[in-house]
């Protein structure tokens, strides 16, 4: 299965503002994504409560895995997202 | 080495416990719980401004119910220490649309503030866990439920301790 592995870019971490425009994404795309951290097991990357459990800090490495048609673009996408600075960016829609 | 856990419920007093309380709404709810926070010292009264601000800057409901108000990152300085709690609306409180129940809300400064965060949302991805925070009726409960290692010595319950495992 196509995986990225990434380095979380965001000052405050995933979670707040960043995860909900990170979640948000991830369930806009056409295959499922799932985003795990260390070697717990993976949670959906389009579920709030599933990545914020992960945790992860600024610096924390996720690695992020989906299947199907188009995954590798839509695996670049969401790992660009988190390699960035989500708290700068404006959510499409709180 | 203590897990997140035992900080998550080594946070949660049980004068923060308020299992029958009652809001308007959203705000009226969120004010509650700072004034609790207020109420045990952990936070300057200023500090419900705060988490009045960051709700409308970005909605705390996290799914199942539940919704855990706290502050700005501006709003850190108005906390005396880090604390949680925990405010039932057996009612309902309107969320903006959403349902919310159970209240955790947060006073924490450094990132104990996340790992707080990422313990709630493993125990809430549990939906027996999450319906049990939404209807115990013992605060002792309560906080078992948010420490692993006090519900292995909550063994006074038959009912609860079917899955036969030993500590």
Known sequence: ?94 | MRSVADRAAGLLAPEAIRLDARAAGRDDAVRLCGQVLVDIGAAEPGYIDAMLDRERSISTYLGEGVAIPHGTNEGRDLIRRDALAFVRFPEGADWNGEPVTVCIAIAARGDGHMEILAELAQALMDPDKARELREADDPDRILALLDPRAEEEHTTDPLQTGQGHTV
């Open chain 1, 1 to 94: 299965m196509p995986e990225r592995t990434v380095i979380i870019g965001s000052a405050q971490g995933l979670h707040a503002r960043p995860a909900k425009i990170f979640v948000h994404r991830a369930a806009q795309q056409p295959v499922p994504v799932s985003i795990r951290a260390g070697d717990r097991a993976p949670v959906p990357a389009s579920s709030i409560l599933g990545v914020l459990s992960l945790g992860a800090a600024q610096g924390t490495e996720v690695v992020l895995s989906a299947d199907g048609d188009g995954a590798d673009a839509v695996l670049d996408e969401l790992a660009e997202l988190l390699a960035g600075d989500l708290d700068a960016e404006e959510p499409d829609h709180v």
